[in-house]
């Protein structure tokens, strides 16, 4: 296939947003809007576009060409170190070369900083930090609030991304400070790269598209630099603290926020905060839910950590329901006991730490649990293992 070629950056109007709109060979035109009202952010250059499809265009091995001016300092990374360190943690992506029509010293450095706001625990300790916290230095104050839609919410998504902005948007008028949101088409052109894969690229997008007004985005870390790693993992969240300063320039700088924390230390940062009054970590996509389930793993994850910290009845009932976690709350420490993943390994260090007693019934349903979890493991190798055999078998004939 030939080389992927991106038209400079227009500007169209609809429905009240401004949208910036490039047309892809090969591909419908990709694009961003945001609300009329913030159009003033929007950056002249196709930087954004660069990052955008860098990954998709690296997937096909397809050669990119950006239309209008790229940052020279972006695009020498974007044909080096960048490529280099998304092909160690997704081996399936090729090197490709990448052109512009014009290369540019970076622009201007904007004053405006943001942060992905979400009303997660993530994104809510970005502004305990870097809004409401004393001694923020003005360069790295939060001035703005971003939300956007590049792929979170599923592929047909915004009426759910909608309905997940209104308490936010109530928020950031109680903040005082402006909420962006940003819709984009931005996911349908990731057709074979999900999101969890890729976020780190398209939030990164959004922040050099908004360039002509914000300098800085904070991203909310969502592991400890102790998980941080390059790998095979396909998380692309795991790679920010390196990532990140390979996709900044001197016009827009993009930093990975809180990786010092672990997860629960950033719950923990919460307890007692104005923040934690629209903590939204709940993973349900029921449109018609309002606030957090306090039964998927990420509520009770959360609700067993302030359960721990001592502090969890000040966030019942207006964040949590305890009655109903204490439904699942016995299922989730079993799998606390018992599982290797990195939240839940902090769990039980900062257990340790509280001198936090589990019962005997925890730790046996934790053993029940294992047993059952690499029973399934073990059946799952003898299956490919055996598929294996099958066919060398089947070839040799
Ligand atoms: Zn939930």
Known sequence: MGPMVVSPPRRERVDGQTRVVVDVSDRAPLWYSVPDRFAELL????????????????????????????????????????????????????????????????????????????????????????????????????????????????????????????????????????????????????????????????????????????????????????????????????????????????????????????RVQRTVALIGRPEARYLDVCTDDDPTRVGNCSKCAKCVRAMLTLEIAGHLQEFCPDVFTYSTYSEHRDAYIARVLSAGDPLECEIRDFAAAQGWHWRISDRRRAAVRWVRVEAKRSARRMLRRFGRHRQESASTR
């Open 43 to 262: 950056a002249d250059r196709s930087d954004h576009v660069l990052v955008g499809v860098l990954m998709p265009a690296m997937k096909e091995a397809r050669d990119l060409h950006i239309g209008g001016t790229v940052t020279d300092s972006l695009l020498h990374q974007a044909n080096n170190d960048l490529q280099r360190l998304l092909r160690m943690e997704h081996p399936d992506l090729r090197p490709i070369r990448i052109t512009a029509d014009i290369v540019a010293l970076p622009a201007a450095h904007a004053p405006g900083v943001a942060t992905a706001y979400s009303g997660g625990v993530d994104s809510s300790a970005v502004l305990v930090e870097y809004f409401s916290g004393e001694g923020v230095p003005e360069s790295l104050r939060v001035t703005h609030l971003l939300n956007n839609n590049v792929g979170a919410h599923g592929p047909d998504g915004y009426e759910l991304w909608q309905v997940r902005c209104t308490p936010l948007k109530r928020a950031a008028a109680e903040y005082g400070l402006p909420f962006v949101t940003v819709d984009s088409n931005l996911d349908a052109h990731y057709p074979r790269i999900g999101f969890l894969e890729s976020v780190s690229m398209r939030n990164a997008s959004v922040a050099h598209l908004l360039s002509a007004g914000i300098g800085h985005l904070h991203v909310g870390s969502e592991i400890s630099y102790v998980f941080a790693r390059v790998d095979d993992s396909g998380e692309i969240a795991r790679l920010d603290p390196m990532l990140l300063p390979l996709l900044s320039t001197t016009a827009v700088s993009i930093s990975s926020a809180n990786s010092g924390m672990t």
